[in-house]
C-alpha cells in the first residue's frame, strides 16, 4: 500500500533522514522503532506531507504523494495521530471527532463510524460533551485516534500512542490498535515501547540516526540479539 525508497530529509543543513527506505503492505501493522532522535517522527511527517524531502520516492498505492500537500494526502486517504496527540483542546470531545470528518460529505456513513468510535472508546462516549482540555493523557490519546479514524482512512500513522500513559491504558490503546487493523485499516506505528509494538505488528524497521539499520518480521526482530538489548532491556 505505502512504499518509501531512499528518503533523505534535512532540517536546514542538518540531515534528519538518510535513505530510508520502507514498505507498508494492505492490512499490515508496521513498527518502526527506534531512540529518540532516530528519525521516526520525522519520517511520518514526509509521509504526511508536513515535511518536504530533498530526495526520494513516496507512493501510495502507486501514487506519489513526493509534493502532495498535507490536506490533499489526508483527501488520499492517509490520517496521522500525531506525537502529543495536538487535540483541539477548547473543542468538546465530538467537536473535536467530527474535525476529523471536515472532509467528508458522506452523512449517514459518518454517523456510523462515529459510533464505532465510540464503541472502541466507550470512555469518549462517557465524555461527549466534555470539553477536550480537561480529558486525562489517556482519554486524549483514545480521541486522538479516534479523531483521525473519523477520516475513514486506508493507511493510519500513529506517532507514540503509548508515550506518558500509565501501563493499564497503554494495554487498552494497544488492545483498541489491534482491533482497528482487524477491521481493515493499514497501520504504521511508531512507538518507542518496542516490545508492546512488536507483539502487535507484522513487520517492522528500526532507525538509528536517520538510516534503517534493521528490518524483519516482528518476530525476528524480538529475537535479534541486538534489539533485544538495545530496545527490549536485556
Known amino acids: ?32 522503532l527506534g531512540n529518540n532522535g532516530a528519525g521516526k517522527t520525522t519520517t511520518l511527517k514526509t509521509i504526511s506531507g508536513l515535511l518536504r524531502p530533498r530526495r526520494g520516492a513516496i507512493a501510495l498505492e502507486g501514487e506519489s504523494l513526493v509534493g502532495a500537500p498535507p490536506h490533499e494526502v489526508v483527501l488520499k486517504g492517509i490520517a496521522h495521530a500525531p506525537e502529543g496527540r495536538r487535540i483541539f483542546n477548547r473543542l468538546t470531545v465530538l467537536e473535536n471527532l467530527m474535525m476529523g470528518a471536515y472532509s467528508r460529505h458522506d452523512a449517514a456513513a459518518v454517523a456510523r463510524d462515529l459510533d464505532q468510535v465510540l464503541v472502541l472508546f466507550p470512555r469518549l462516549r462517557e465524555r461527549i460533551g466534555q470539553v477536550a482540555g480537561t480529558l486525562s493523557g489517556g482519554e486524549q490519546q483514545m480521541l486522538a485516534i479516534g479523531r483521525a479514524l473519523m477520516l475513514g482512512p486506508r493507511l493510519l500513522l500513529l506517532d507514540e500512542p503509548s508515550m506518558g500513559l500509565a501501563p493499564v491504558l497503554v494495554e487498552q490503546i494497544f488492545e483498541a490498535i489491534l482491533d482497528i487493523n482487524r477491521h481493515g485499516t493499514t497501520i504504521l506505528l511508531v512507538e518507542q515501547n518496542a516490545a508492546m509494538a512488536l507483539a502487535i505488528a507484522h513487520r517492522g524497521y528500526v532507525l538509528e540516526t536517520g538510516r534503517v539499520v534493521l528490518a524483519g518480521t516482528a518476530e525476528e526482530l524480538a529475537d535479534n540479539p541486538d534489539v533485544r538489548r538495545a530496545y527490549l532491556g536485556e
Open 1 to 32: 500500500m505505502l512504499s518509501v525508497e531512499a528518503l533523505e530529509v534535512a532540517y536546514g543543513e542538518i540531515p534528519a533522514l538518510t535513505g530510508v527506505a520502507l514498505e507498508v503492505g494492505r492490512g499490515e501493522i508496521v513498527a518502526l
